[in-house]
């Protein structure tokens, strides 16, 4: 069971949205956002992270791109860390960012 | 796992930091971007993960500038256990040696295992090949096979063909016996059939050359019976294989005496056996039976003895042989003695003396008639028996073409 979510930043270059818009490639071929991929609820997989503002069992908040990202969940643990791609496992309930939010 | 693996290899140090600076610490270390592993959460909230061994102090000198504490473990790995065991020189010897040993291993041969053979003995042709220093215990990587089975081949005359390949560290010898008389059969050379002993012929049965007698024929010994010289027109000679049975009647006598005094071997003493550990062909002797370590041969200087000589082979569970051997040399000092015996006892051992005989006699021919008499003359028993028999006295004797060609 594969459920992938991504989740954007808040808004696309002009250049960027224009060549994503005219040619129909996927968003992070062209663009430098940041990016979100769920494995079901036991692993996020983040890239773009720019620090870590918090890091507890139950909630990670994550410094992006283009603002904040809450993990939350329980038996929260930060895999691994390799460059700016963090991966999260646990039981993840919630990724919030600062836009907007959206829950599995 | 590759990279637990890894860790290992090269070196690695357990880091811990409180819960409480948690998203600091993880904050320098991707910041340092140091490859770390084995991350978990201890039952106290602390976070540990491992880190490369130079890393693991850098990292932790970078937490200290940003005021965040961590705890450093010792060093695990392949690296560190090596520094702690340096000057155990006793380890590394042996670990020298265990290599050693585990790479000679898989360069001599182990075990030996001879197929295709009939005539001669699995023990025969591995002798012969030890002979040309090829055998349980012989490096093989050093071994020319081709010369090996060459020179096997000049001097097994018997043996037309041996192939010897290695599976591993087992020898599988292939062997392929000559046919009796088949190389005369092929046409290279030529035979006559002559008389094994001496006989009235009964019937002559010719697979090969012309019959030279005919039934009811008195021949001698060594008399031609089937001649494979045979004359064509009147100066022309052609050669043949001559080959057949001819079946004559001919005399054969038993006579078994058994004297009422005789010499009978006793033995003295218990016997006494030698041990002989033979690993990979190296012979190591052990001890005795009376625990004595040394030879059992003094003991019995000077007398005489039988012998006999028992060796086994370490197999172990599932049919897996090693090149282990234990020889077992027995030796049963004895002296003789006379003895007296009854006519009774002496007639029963003549009678199975001349059973054994009459046995031996039925094997190779049918008897037509017997005469036997049983006596007792100058202190002894003695069944004497004079048979007719019917036997075949066809004695192959090949031909020199070369001498017999030569006018």
């Not at chain 2, 290279?188 to 030279?212: K, P, T």
């Not at chain 2, 100066?235 to 080959?243: I, W």
Request: proline share 2%; glycine share 10%.
């Amino acid at each position: 069971l594969e459920n992938r979510k991504k989740s954007t930043g808040k808004r696309l270059g002009g250049a960027a949205a224009c060549v994503q818009r005219l040619f129909d490639v996927p968003m992070e071929g062209v663009s430098s956002l940041s990016t979100v991929e769920l494995i079901g609820d036991r692993e996020a997989v983040i890239s773009g992270c720019l620090g870590i503002l918090a890091y507890g069992e139950n909630e990670i908040l994550l410094r992006m791109k283009h603002g904040r990202l809450l993990v939350t969940g329980r038996d929260l643990l930060m895999e691994s860390l390799t460059g700016g791609r963090i991966t999260i496992s646990g039981q993840i309930t919630a990724v919030h960012t600062d836009g907007g939010s959206e829950s599995c | 796992m590759l990279r637990g693996l890894l860790g290992f290899l090269l070196g690695s140090r357990g880091v811990s930091v409180s819960a409480a600076d948690g998203a600091a610490a993880m904050e320098v270390l991707r910041r340092c971007g140091f490859p770390q592993w084995g991350m978990r959460r201890g039952s106290d909230g602390r976070i540990a993960f491992l880190l490369g061994r130079k890393n693991a102090v850098r990292y932790a000198e970078d937490c200290a500038a940003a005021g965040v504490e961590v705890r450093l473990e010792r060093e695990r790995g392949l690296p560190a256990w090596l520094m702690r065991y340096r000057r155990r020189w006793g380890l590394l010897f042996g670990a020298v040696l265990f290599a050693l040993i585990v790479w000679q291993s898989g360069r001599i041969v182990w075990s030996v295992d001879v197929s295709g053979n009939v005539r001669y003995s699995d023990d025969a042709i591995t002798e012969m090949l030890r002979e040309y220093g090829f055998g349980v215990g012989s490096v093989f990587t050093h071994t020319d096979f081709d010369r090996l089975q060459n020179a096997f081949l000049l001097q097994a005359k018997d043996i037309a063909w041996i192939a010897v390949n290695m599976q591993g560290t087992v020898a599988h010898v292939e062997v392929l016996e000559k046919r009796p008389g088949g190389e005369g059969q092929s046409g290279e050379s030529a035979a006559n059939v002559i008389a094994a002993e001496d006989g009235q012929i009964v019937e002559v049965r010719v697979r090969g050359g012309r019959a030279d007698v005919s039934v009811n024929d008195v021949v001698r010994r060594g008399d031609l019976l089937i001649s494979g010289v045979i004359r064509v027109g009147e100066d022309g000679v052609r050669y043949e294989y001559a080959a057949g049975q001819v079946l004559a009647q001919v005399m054969r006598e038993i006579d078994v005496r058994v004297p009422l005094v005789q010499e009978r071997k006793v033995y003295t003493e218990e016997e006494l056996c030698e041990k002989t550990v033979i690993f990979f062909g190296k012979q190591v002797k052990l001890f005795t039976k009376s625990g004595i370590v040394g030879s059992s041969y003094g003991k019995i200087e000077g007398r005489t003895y039988d012998s006999s000589v028992q060796t086994r082979q370490w197999v172990l569970p599932g049919g897996i042989s090693l090149p282990v051997w234990i020889r077992t040399e027995t030796f049963r000092p004895y002296v003789w003695e006379t003895a007296e015996q009854s006519e009774e006892q002496a007639y029963a051992q003549a009678l199975r003396l001349y059973r054994e005989k009459m046995e031996q006699l039925l094997s190779e021919a049918e008897i037509l008639s017997l005469e036997t008499s049983v006596e007792r003359e100058d202190g002894e028993v003695r069944i004497f028996s004079r048979a007719v028999c019917l036997s075949d006295i066809a004695r192959t004797s090949e031909i020199s073409l070369t001498e017999s060609a030569a006018p």
